[in-house]
């Protein structure tokens, strides 16, 4: 199993609360950039010449449907010329509504892309213009029709809980609405002020109020209930799924799978030995350099060793609703889990269920998890 990831670091503009990496491109930028992705994709065919077909692709973001549907499809046709692919590959392209229209999603879908991901983010225009975001509630609704019109019958739609001000009821009634639009996929992310946003200096000066630790708890069981409700999965913290709809790109990363990464600002994982990052500093002009230079923009980021991995591991497979299978891990590290981290086990007995020979978080678990799972780090 293996996977490529490709990241475009640009977007319309810069929301206040975002600290991923991204800037406001120009077209121009924009052109220059998809050359630079074709070098960076023959370098790193040539750094991993063996790679197992690909079965998941996924562009991600920035915004990548700044791309043009003809700019998706060279990048694809020169993937598939240079890396060997699963002719059952996932997909993905993250899509921000605002920057679709019907010809563009129907030229992505032909160029081969079978999963959009909508960054709709919220179905309230108070909620948008908060967040600093560039469309409405109607474009929201109007890409997700544009989307099934293209032919997209593998959707996902993004939507953040615990904002400013939301109470239970103004998100029951944008869960109600982003339910009606019919996804395949959900991932619902609760808003947090990262340090070195405008939204961070705002909550500090006074400006904004964070959502309360009670009312968190409180959406997310909600959201928990209502997507059960509507027949989806819970699947991993953050993630719903109609059955059979999960997303074969992020079960990658919780596995602990390769996936290969391009692009200013990616993140690769090599699954060799106990496992190596590797990460392409997010400097575009280093970046531009370096690959017309002809080396490789990638520097190793953690070469990790038994205890490492064994960590990571647990800390990725309770993110899911798989949860940790005792046998797998033995099969990797000699032992099963609760031999190797016996003080974790019994400090966090009450929230471990074993369940089909799986460790599994509960509810309360994945609520109180970056605390629950420092006991394993
Ligand atoms: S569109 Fe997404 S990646 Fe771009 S600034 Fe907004 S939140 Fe960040």
Known sequence: MSSLYLHIPFCSSKCPYCDFFSQVGSQEQLDEYVELLNLNIRILQQKFPHNPPLETIFFGGGTPSLLSAEQIGSLLKYI??????????????????????????????????????????SLNDQHLQLLGRIHTADQAQDSVIAARAAGFNNLSLDLMFALPDQDLSSLEEELSLLLELSPEHVSLYGLSFEKGTEFAVRLQRGELTACGENLYADQYRLLHERMNAAGFEHYEISNFARPGSRCRHNQVYWRRQTCLALGCGAHSFIADGWGERWHVPSDLPTYRRKLQNGQNACELLESFDRQAAMAETVYLALRTADGLSRKRFRRQFGSFPEELFPDAFRRQAERLKLVDDSWRLDLQGWLLYDHLISAFL
């Open 80 to 121: 598939k010329g240079t890396f060997d692919i699963d002719k059952n590959a996932e997909i993905t392209l993250e899509a921000n509504p605002g920057t679709v229209d019907l010809d563009q999603l129907r030229g992505y879908r032909q160029a081969g892309v079978n999963r959009l991901s909508l960054g709709i983010q």
